[in-house]
């Protein structure tokens, strides 16, 4: 048994003075049980935790570190920034570096706006789509999740049309009612709404590919549809690739599935592990914001030096260097390893991959959306979870997470994490 008493103890000095100990919930282990691990240090795919454990980590801090942690780089790069200064409040080059890199790799960007992290993004892209199109209904879908924004943080039941009810108390029901809440890859549901409120619609914003309710894929034509929809009514199409930019292709998920929206919110992995975010899309949308036009958006450190220093340096290796096939590749290995290790244990499971980005359900339905995803057993999954964990494999403690590959996982990390899995799960019943 992997001893971890240094973190128990120092959770429960957290706890006097952080809510829960953790500065943000999906830390807890909430759905698995037990005491956060406290993590001392990242070294390529692995972590090491303050009582000398070591794990082979496959959370990359939820996303951004797809060059594994501490790329040297990217530490480099930072150092060099550091010696210039932490923030100066004024335009620097650096920026400008970045907002033109943003757009060379993202097919919808012409112009951009760098924020500090991905709920600034999309709150901000929002109020954008609003202000370009004067109205005030947003569309999203259930199990989608675009960061802490109020009027956002409804999930809603599976019923048509369901008028947002918010998901936490602290947001008065005046901030949701403008939020339509749909079920993911229904199209006939997309249609329904568009038909009896397209004109009120200022925009559609979701996951192309969903991480939130557990990875969950877009069938054939969905995202075609949100985009001929969105057109047809004049909405603005917002694909929320905080989690999906520079994760599932260079150009993120729009790239890989050849859809066009008409904003992208992006964050984690463009800031290369540092707090970014940025929103962005066509030269007629982003011209609203102010102080070219009238939507007021704003921020202290937004665009901070060595933030944009660390998030550049990320972005220079993966287009230079293109990890993508060998991600890839490492990737469909370790999920055809996880299915075949559930399937020698006689467990139901569904393993959703596409790119290095990953979950194994345990469900016995393919999981298209969130009143499937809310089926999946999750006391298998706190089972397999603490199994893994105390052999050295670091995944989300979540069912209802991705897992990620980084481009600095070996092929023996993968094969060793499927041995342990293979142990793991034949113990769970
Ligand atoms: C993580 C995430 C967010 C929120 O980003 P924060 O930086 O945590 O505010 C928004 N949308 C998606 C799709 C995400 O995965």
Request: charged letters at 20%.
């Amino acid at each position: 048994m992997m001893q971890r008493e240094n973190s128990r103890k120092q959770i429960e000095k957290a706890c006097q003075f952080i809510p829960g100990g953790v500065n943000s919930p999906a830390r807890a282990f909430g759905g698995v049980g037990g005491d956060p691990v406290v993590i001392d240090r990242g070294e390529g795919a692995r972590l090491y935790d303050i009582d000398g454990n070591e794990y082979i980590d496959y959370i990359g801090s939820w996303g951004p570190h797809i060059l594994g942690h501490r790329h040297p780089a990217v530490i480099e790069a930072i150092e060099k920034a550091l010696n210039k200064g932490t923030s100066f409040g004024a335009p620097t080059v650096q920026e400008t570096e970045m907002a033109e890199l943003l757009c060379e790799a993202v097919p919808s960007l012409d112009k951009v706006r760098m924020v500090n992290s991905g709920t600034e993004a999309t709150m901000s892209a929002i109020r954008v789509a609003r202000g370009f199109t004067g109205r005030d209904v947003v569309v999203k879908f259930a199990g989608c999740y675009h960061g802490h924004v109020d009027s956002l943080l409804v999930q809603a039941g599976s019923g048509a049309l369901t008028l947002g009810v918010p998901s936490s108390p602290g947001i008065p029901q005046g901030c949701t009612k403008d939020t339509i809440v749909l079920e993911y890859n229904n199209i006939e549901q997309l249609q329904q709404a568009f038909e009896e409120r397209g004109s009120e619609i200022a925009c559609l914003i979701l996951e192309p590919v969903v991480g939130n309710m557990g990875t969950v894929i877009p069938e054939k034509d969905f995202l075609h549809e949100t985009r001929r929809l969105c057109t047809e009514h004049e909405a603005v199409l917002i694909f929320d690739e905080v989690m999906t930019g520079f994760r599932l292709a260079y150009g993120g998920a729009q790239q890989r599935l050849e859809v066009t929206p008409d904003m992208t919110t992006l964050g984690k992995i463009i800031g290369g592990g540092m707090p970014v975010g940025a929103y962005g899309g066509r030269a007629e949308i982003m011209n609203v914001v102010s102080p070219t036009g009238p939507v007021y958006q704003a921020g202290t450190l937004s665009g901070n030096p060595v933030a944009m220093a660390c998030g550049l340096a990320t972005l220079k290796v993966l287009r230079d260097e293109n990890p993508y096939p060998e991600l890839e590749q490492l990737s469909e290995k370790l999920a055809n390893g996880l299915s075949e290790a559930a399937q020698k244990a006689g467990l139901p499971y569904q393993m959703a991959q596409i790119g290095s980005m990953m979950t194994l359900f345990f469900n016995d339905q393919p999981v298209k959306n969130f009143s499937i995803s809310s089926k999946n057993n999750t006391e298998r999954f706190a089972k397999y979870f603490h199994g893994m964990l105390d052999h050295g494999i670091y995944l989300p403690c979540s069912q209802f997470e991705a897992m990620f590959v980084s481009a600095a996982h070996s092929e023996e990390d993968i094969n060793r994490t499927i041995q342990i899995a293979e142990q793991v799960l034949a113990g769970v019943d």
